[in-house]
């Protein structure tokens, strides 16, 4: 064999070793077929090794309910080991965030770790809405919404984003006692509302978020060291970073309630729509470098992050999608931090 032939077929083999890890993380997109289906959730527990996503069970009769955990090995549904029930979850680096209802009434949220062991419980001041972990499970981020704020108009929310440290479990910041910077100059305003952090892998650190005022709804770059935010561009909601650093899949506002899901340019600023035509009210996840994952609220979709292809159902009865491509994190022994 020559050595150009050799090169086609290692080429060829490395590219469908590649095709054949994306499709058990999509397998089974035909809508007849029932291993696209968290409903049921049969066989036993399993934990998060060897998973390629993790999202939260969907009841379609309770209006989104359920919350238990999910994996996705093999193209196939498990359900998750551990006791957890979430309406929002969120995983990396060997911790995970669970916003979820209180037995005593209000909400709260569980830190855990690898082996779904929860390790600290503390209140929310509201109704849980997004969630996420660094890269290295060293910070978390949640967003609630909240009630009682002065500034609120007739149809309006307000919220409040926490980051906290994930072995501690204390509460490090809100972002409004951030300082805000717009080219350079301090912006400061009554009506401020973040929401949306999502961290960077290289840097964790590094975080990017949505800061709502007036009409506006800035995509903001901030450090968690110097509690500092600077405002990089006008219209982003509800931002998540790619995991190579480079580009921010958001929510583009249509209207009051309408959305659509776009993939901005961190160098250029610069923003282009997927395929995804529907009004889509998620922080969507990177499942790679090159496709999305979230939800409609009831069902998980996936969609090509470059504007072509088209969406397609990866899980029926599941939201709340956490990839796990970088794997479970390190294993913690009991009793460690």
């Not at 901030?222 to 990089?232: D, K």
């Not at 219209?235 to 580009?247: K, Q």
Request: net charge negative; glycine share 12%; aromatic share 8%.
């Amino acid at each position: 064999m020559d050595t150009r032939r050799r090169r086609v077929l290692v080429g060829c083999a490395a590219l469908c070793a590649i095709l054949a890890a994306a499709y058990l993380v999509v397998a089974g997109l035909d809508r007849g077929e029932a291993t696209t289906d968290a409903g049921p959730l049969d066989g036993p527990p399993v934990g998060l090794d060897g998973a390629q996503l993790m999202a939260r069970a969907v009841d379609r009769a309770d209006r989104g309910g359920d919350g238990r955990l999910l994996v996705m090995r093999g193209g196939r549904p498990r359900p998750l080991e551990g006791n957890l029930s979430c309406e929002r979850v969120y995983y990396a680096g060997g911790r995970g965030l669970c916003l979820a209802g209180a037995d005593g009434g209000g909400y709260e949220v569980t830190i855990f770790d690898s082996s779904m062991r929860p390790l600290k419980t503390l209140p929310l001041a509201g109704l849980p809405s997004r969630a996420r972990v660094s890269s290295d499970g060293r910070y978390g981020a949640t967003t609630v919404f909240v009630d009682g704020h002065a500034y609120e108009k007739p149809g309006g929310f307000s919220t409040v984003t926490t980051i906290l440290d994930m072995h501690s479990g204390a509460e490090l910041a809100d972002l409004e006692d951030f300082e805000v910077l717009e080219d350079g100059r301090k912006l400061d305003a009554v009506d401020f509302n973040f929401w949306g952090v999502t961290f960077s892998q290289a840097n964790p650190d590094r975080f990017y978020a949505t800061l709502h005022t007036g009409p506006h709804y800035y995509l903001v770059e901030g450090s968690v060291f110097r509690r500092t935010l600077r405002v990089l561009r006008d219209g982003v909601e509800c931002p998540s970073l790619s995991p190579d650093g480079a580009r921010i899949a958001f929510k583009s506002r249509l209207a009051r309630d309408r959305w659509r899901l776009e993939v901005l340019d961190l160098d250029t600023l610069r923003a282009h729509p997927v395929a995804e035509r529907r009004s889509i009210d998620d922080q969507a996840e990177w499942l790679d470098d090159s496709t999305l994952v979230y939800s409609d609220g009831l069902d998980l979709y996936t969609v090509p992050a470059d504007g072509s292809g088209a969406f397609r159902l990866a899980l029926r009865n599941a939201s709340s999608p956490v990839s796990l491509a970088a794997g479970p994190g390190p294993q913690r022994k009991p009793g460690s931090p």
